[in-house]
């Protein structure tokens, strides 16, 4: 049973909000791949970021039975970290079974749609990342922004090793009215504040774990971004682009959906008034 049928049965008298309220916590939940997942196949609904499923340490069978799960209820989902060693298999198998199928540039994330889902015009996040290392992180961030039906404008290699590369990315987001800007880096992570500090624009900074050294695995990065003196940027864990892109996601939808209501609203008052006069 889905939401729709729910909704339909207490339109018609047949649920009560009591009856309505436990069907779809039950709904909720859904087991996959002989029970060794329980899909959350109302988090889109609920909270408006789809399932997201981690599939470093899962085998090709246990996230293939898991996609079909969700992909009967869902118009997408987000795959992240396969094993390169899986990854062509995986996308093999999915795609005879009629799905749509995007690889993430140096990335082992995928996102699995329907052939009927479709990015049409709405929300846009811009994403750019320091250096070519840091692509596959920053690509987490465009397909879970993806899935969540918002568009994104990337700039990739743009670090602060050759400064004058950013100027142009950051112009040109501005430009198109990005909604916020995820900032992928790793090394010692400046390349958030200084995208911070030149944009009025909301900033989610991902420290990578690309470097070496003292500092290394990220923690240079992160400490770098959690220590920046600049305002309106906020900082999620090493490597965790999914996050960042959710996050800016949700900010952009949100920011569009207002805009568009009060732009239909502006429309309505003027219409009045052209008949009041």
């Known amino acids: 049973m889905n939401i729709r049928t729910i909704l339909q049965d207490f339109a018609k008298g047949r649920l009560n909000i009591d009856d309505v309220e436990k069907k779809i916590s039950l709904h909720s939940i859904e087991f996959a ?11 889109e609904v609920r909270k408006g970021v789809p399932e997201v499923v981690f599939g470093e340490y899962k085998s090709i069978t246990e996230i293939v039975r898991i996609v079909n799960a969700i992909m009967r209820r869902n118009d997408s989902v987000v795959v992240s970290r396969i094993q390169k060693t899986n990854l062509r298999k995986i996308v093999n198998v999915l795609k005879k079974r009629a799905f749509n199928v995007e690889v993430g540039k140096l990335s082992t994330t995928i996102l699995v749609s329907h052939k009927s889902f479709i990015l049409s015009e709405g929300p846009m996040i811009g994403i750019v990342c320091a250096g070519t290392s840091d692509i596959g992180v920053a690509e987490e961030s465009r397909l879970i922004a993806k899935s969540m039906k918002c568009d994104s404008l990337i700039s990739y290699d743009v670090g602060i090793a050759g400064l004058h590369r950013l100027f142009p990315a950051l112009r040109k987001m501005v430009e198109l009215d990005v909604e916020a800007i ?23 900074g991902v420290p990578t774990s690309v470097g070496y050294g003292f500092g290394s695995a990220g923690r240079a990065a992160l400490a770098s971004m959690l220590q920046s003196c600049t305002f309106g940027l906020a900082v999620v864990n090493i490597d965790n682009g999914i996050g960042a892109g959710a996050f800016a996601a949700l900010i952009a939808k949100r920011l569009y959906v207002k805009r ?3 732009s239909m609203q502006k429309s309505r008052v003027q219409s009045k008034n052209r008949r009041a006069d």
Do not use: F, K, W, Y
């Open 33 to 43: 791949a002989e029970n060794i997942a329980q899909l959350d196949t109302s988090r």
């Open 182 to 204: 995820v900032v992928v880096a790793g090394m010692e992570g400046a390349l958030a504040s200084v995208v911070s500090s030149m944009v009025n624009l909301p900033v989610i």
């Open 260 to 262: 568009a209501n009060n």
